[in-house]
């Protein structure tokens, strides 16, 4: 069983089986802050937070799977996700903010989908 932590409303739709999801309605920095979070208690990343080739600022969508079961902290994931958070806002930092449409919010919705489930 995996956790699938995302605020992609096509995961939180098509989601269904063995794996946990947890929906944040919030934006591509707040899902990796979660995924930070649960770092913390001891889950380990097991898909990389800044998977495929849109750069955060791009899209606004992220997905990150990482393990249910807890043990102690994995310093690897940690590093990991904080590297990963640095990016997100030095490139939030750099891009003004974009006004999407519903068509390119659900390109970006499919994208992030694919990267998780193919």
Request: overall charge positive; aromatic content about 8%; charged content about 25%.
């Given at each position: 069983m995996r956790i699938i932590v995302t605020n992609n409303p096509m995961v939180r739709e098509k989601c269904t089986?063995?794996?946990?999801?947890?929906?944040?309605d919030t934006d591509y920095?707040?899902?990796l802050t979660a995924v930070?979070?649960?770092?913390?208690?001891?889950?380990?990343?097991l898909t990389h937070p800044l998977s495929g080739s849109v750069k955060p600022g791009e899209t606004f969508y992220?997905?990150?799977v990482i393990s249910a079961e807890k043990g102690v902290l994995d310093e690897n994931s940690?590093?990991?996700i904080e590297?990963?958070?640095?990016?997100?806002?030095?490139?939030?930092a750099s891009?003004?903010?974009?006004?999407?449409?519903?068509?390119i919010l659900a390109d970006f919705q499919l994208i992030?989908?694919?990267?998780?489930f193919g």
């Open positions: 089986g063995r794996d946990v999801l947890e929906f944040h920095l707040g899902v930070r979070d649960r770092i913390h208690l001891g889950h380990v990343l992220k997905t990150v940690l590093s990991l590297q990963s958070i640095q990016t997100c806002v030095k490139f939030k891009v003004m903010k974009k006004e999407w449409n519903g068509k992030d989908y694919s990267l998780i």
